[in-house]
């Protein structure tokens, strides 16, 4: 296991003036770590520790493991004693057990700040060394001009994959199942991932702008949030465009919350949430029926969950029990895995894994990594997917990925504009 050794740090969290734009406040683009939402969270760059994790399906057993060895032997020092505060540690997990490259990381400097005034700084430094940033302060840089391609799979045979998944299902082989694809961009320049956080997050600002390890994304499911014993999260499954006028709009809103297929997507999703919270929780309370959640680009049907905790389980630990719910993998779960593994034809690495913050005490949120894309120099893999039950239609699923698509190719594109290269798709 790569960065295994756990070095002993000190921690020292003051009080800072607000400095109002997190986002702004990351000095350069080397480890850029971020959880941002409405300008509250956290933000960090720098390493101090990390840890990537192998293979299997103890990944986050050994993440949380190496996680309590960093907690347990560091000297912490906070002067603010509010959630977020203290020793943090950001994490991204991959989607499959069989995939490797899960991170756990800490960084050299946090900042947060909780949107009602108070603010503050986090610095963490390794015995024998003075910490601090690791790199020179710079501006953040746009990526220029970007050549687009497809992924493992074109939109036909994409498109194909998904007609093999309405044919399991009707013959009986499961109910759900969500297939991804995959799109790459190569930039002119260095792809900035300040640029591209601020992009999304002054465009989507209802949604969890992340980062960690170069995997970014703007998400709007939230896996797990645990505050003590407080439990929430958000189950997001079905989905219909905006429209381009306000009467299209409110007609294709009506027709999400009255679509039959939509509702029994949405019921495998909330009901897996649902299963495993129940007997983590006293009370749980589920809301009765999906609500509309309305983003820039696409309508959700949404479901909110409160509990309280009836036992002792970290976030991240949550986050393991919950991972994948239906939102993102498909019902029943082993067998939409299975079908995901064979038809998608690629490693989704970390998209759609959980992705947020723990601290010493156990809190932390922990969301779905959608809306995303992994960052390598000029490159960019993003990913969009959608639920495919008994009555979907192939060419409705490939134009609704291209609407998820959409948040992150137009942040690298800074355009609303989703065209170019060798990707063929059909727009909403």
């Not at 190496?66 to 004693?81: K, N, P, Q, T």
């Not at 687009?148 to 109910?175: K, M, T």
């Amino acid at each position: 296991m790569a960065g295994l050794t756990v070095e002993r740090l000190s921690v020292r969290t003051t009080a800072i003036p607000d400095p109002a734009d997190l986002l702004g406040a990351i000095p350069s683009p080397a480890g850029v770590h971020a959880w941002v939402r409405h300008g509250a969270g956290l933000v960090g760059w720098g390493e101090a520790a990390q840890v990537t994790l192998p293979a299997g399906n103890d990944r986050f057993t050994a993440g949380g493991k190496w996680l309590r060895e960093v907690f347990d032997g560091a000297r912490v020092r906070d002067d603010v004693g509010v959630h977020g505060t203290g020793l943090i540690a950001f994490g991204s997990f991959t989607f499959d057990d069989c995939s490797d490259g899960s991170v756990m990381s800490v960084p050299r400097v946090v900042l947060g700040r909780d949107g009602t005034g108070l603010a503050w700084l986090t610095v963490i430094t390794r015995a024998g060394d003075a910490g601090g940033e690791d790199s020179q302060p710079s501006q953040p840089a746009d990526p220029g001009a970007i050549q687009w391609r497809d992924g493992a799979l074109p939109g036909p045979q994409w498109e194909q994959a998904v007609a093999e998944a309405v044919r399991r299902i009707s013959r009986g082989d499961l109910r759900k199942v969500v297939l991804a694809r995959d799109v790459y961009a190569t930039a002119e320049r260095p792809i900035d991932p300040r640029t591209l956080l601020r992009r999304l997050s002054g465009r989507y600002p209802e949604c969890y702008t992340f980062a960690c390890d170069g995997f970014i994304g703007a998400t709007p499911e939230l896996l797990i949030r645990r505050e003590g014993d407080e439990v929430r999260s958000l189950v997001l499954a079905g989905t219909m465009p905006r429209g381009g006028s306000a009467e299209e709009d409110s007609r294709l809103a009506a027709a999400l919350m009255a679509s039959a297929k939509e509702a029994e997507e949405h019921r495998y999703a909330a009901d897996s949430v649902r299963r495993v919270l129940t007997p983590l929780c006293d009370p749980l309370d589920v809301s009765p029926g999906p609500q509309l959640l309305t983003l820039p680009n696409v309508h959700h049907l949404a479901t909110r969950v409160v509990g309280r905790l009836a036992t002792d389980r970290s976030a991240l630990a949550l986050a393991a029990a919950l991972h994948p719910t239906a939102a993102v993998g498909g019902d029943p779960t082993e067998v939409a895995v299975e079908v995901i593994r064979e038809l998608e034809c690629m490693d989704r690495s970390r998209y759609a894994g959980p992705v947020g913050w723990m601290d010493a005490h156990g809190n932390g949120e922990w969301g779905i990594g959608l809306r995303s894309a992994q960052l390598s120099g000029n490159q960019a893999r993003l990913f969009a997917g959608g639920g495919i039950v008994a009555g979907s239609d192939p060419a409705a699923e490939l134009a609704e990925t291209t609407s998820k698509l959409r948040p992150m190719r137009s942040a690298l594109e800074d355009s609303s504009a989703v065209g170019g290269g060798g990707v063929t798709e059909r727009l909403p």
